[in-house]
């Protein structure tokens, strides 16, 4: 793990354990026999609702809405972030046991580039164009509202 801010380590920890589920989701997908897949659509479906819909509203509250607003010039990563966050709830929404095969593999794929290029892109910007205040308000998940 990179060093972080200690703003955005809570975040940075949960990109490492969502490598981890990804990992875990996709030996699922390529090796799990009909059981392992049944478990493996209810282990994303818990995972999305213990952890992951939580993690994407945070980012999209307090990372996503400042940046956009403020610094233009990283809105593409942003909007390219957030279809993948809604490709991730797309995929839970529609898993079925039929799909579980392919979509488990799609959703660990995704969450594993993902969560990378969060900490490897995302987060380098927003250490350096944030304000301290921004950092606390990711840190405390204190949605962003702008200034009128």
């Known amino acids: 793990m990179m060093k972080r801010c200690e703003q955005l380590l809570k975040l940075s920890r949960e990109h490492n354990e969502s490598i981890v589920m990804a990992n875990k989701i996709a030996r699922i997908a390529e090796n799990g026999a009909d059981a392992e897949l049944v478990e493996g659509v209810e282990l994303l479906k818990k995972y999305n609702e213990t952890d992951l819909e939580a993690h994407l509203q945070h980012e999209e509250r307090t990372i996503f809405a400042p940046l956009i607003q403020q610094h233009q010039e990283h ?11 809604g ?48 950092l606390d308000g990711v840190l405390n998940f204190e949605p962003w509202l702008p200034l009128h």
């Open 75 to 85: 809105t593409e990563l942003c909007i390219t972030l957030g279809k993948e966050h």
């Open 87 to 134: 490709l991730m709830r797309t995929i839970v929404e529609k898993i079925t046991f039929e799909t579980a095969r392919k979509d488990l593999a799609d959703f660990a794929y995704v969450l594993k580039k993902h969560s990378l290029m969060e900490e490897n892109e995302l987060f380098p910007i927003i250490e350096s164009v944030f304000t301290k205040e921004q």
